[in-house]
C-alpha cells in the first residue's frame, strides 16, 4: 500500500529557533498534501495544507515547502515556542477514485526546550 | 475540534462485549471517517463515508462496524470480532469532494 513517511521521529529545539519537520512520500501521483498537530490525548489539528501545483505555502509562523521531484514534504515553525511541542503528522492524498481519502505518516514528536 | 463531538471521551469494555463510539459533526459536511490510532503510530482508516446511507470499507474494517443514516452522525461499533480493540479512536469529517479532513477529540477504548 501506499506510505508516508517522516525521516525523524523525534525533533528537540530550542524555544525562538526554527524547527523544520520533513515528510517524504511514495506516491507520484498524490496531488494534496496536509499537515495537522496532535496535543497528547487529542485530535489531530489542521495546520496547512498544499495542492501539487504549488511549491510553497505560507501560513501564520509555518510554512509547507513541496518538492515533487524528491516527493518531498517539510514544515518549517518560525520561533518555535513551547506551545509548539506536540507530534506532527503528514499526510498524502486527492487520488482519483479514493478521493477524499489521507494516508497519514507516523509522526514527528516535536519537543521545544525553554 | 470545529464542530466534531466524539463521545465517550474514556471507555472501557469487557471482552466478548460490542461497543458503539459516537460521532456528531455540525459542519454539514457530507464526508466523514473513522481513524484508529495506536502509540507511536499514524492513523489508520477504518470505514469512511461520503454520503448518507452509503459507507466503504477501510484499511482495517475487520471487527468494526458503522452506520450512516443522517448526514450529522457517524457511529462506529466496535465488535467482539475485534481482536485487539484497545486504541485511540478518532472521526473526522470533511467537504465531499475536498481533502481536507477536520478531527474531533477522540475516544480512548480500554479493554479489561
Known amino acids: 500500500g501506499e506510505s508516508v513517511g517522516l525521516h525523524l521521529p523525534t525533533l528537540s529545539v530550542q524555544e525562538g529557533d526554527n524547527s523544520i519537520i520533513n515528510c517524504a512520500y511514495s506516491?507520484?501521483?498524490?496531488?494534496?498534501f496536509i499537515w495537522y498537530k496532535q496535543e497528547s490525548g487529542k485530535g489531530p489539528q489542521f495546520i496547512i495544507d498544499?495542492?501539487?501545483?504549488?511549491d510553497k505555502r505560507q501560513g501564520q509562523r509555518v510554512t509547507v515547502l513541496l518538492n515533487k521531484t524528491v516527493k518531498h514534504l517539510s514544515l518549517q515553525i518560525a520561533a518555535t515556542q513551547p506551545g509548539d511541542s506536540a507530534v506532527y503528522f503528514c499526510a498524502e492524498g486527492g487520488r482519483g477514485s479514493t478521493l477524499g481519502r489521507l494516508y497519514f505518516g507516523r509522526g514527528t514528536q516535536l519537543t521545544v526546550w525553554p | 475540534d470545529g464542530g466534531i463531538t466524539q463521545s465517550p471521551k474514556y471507555l472501557f469494555r469487557k471482552e466478548g462485549q460490542n461497543v458503539t463510539l459516537s460521532c456528531e459533526q455540525n459542519l454539514n459536511h457530507d464526508a466523514m471517517y473513522w481513524y484508529r490510532q495506536d502509540p507511536g503510530q499514524g492513523l489508520r482508516l477504518i470505514y469512511y463515508s461520503q454520503i448518507v446511507n452509503d459507507f466503504q470499507k477501510g484499511d482495517i474494517a475487520e471487527g468494526y462496524s458503522v452506520s450512516r443514516e443522517k448526514k450529522e452522525s457517524f457511529p462506529l461499533t466496535v465488535t467482539s470480532a475485534q481482536k485487539n480493540p484497545t486504541a485511540f479512536y478518532l472521526c473526522a469529517s470533511s467537504i465531499q469532494g475536498t481533502d481536507t479532513q477536520y478531527f474531533g477529540p477522540g475516544t480512548r477504548l480500554t479493554v479489561l
Open positions: 498544499i495542492r501539487s501545483n504549488m
Open positions: 506516491n507520484s501521483a498524490s496531488d494534496y
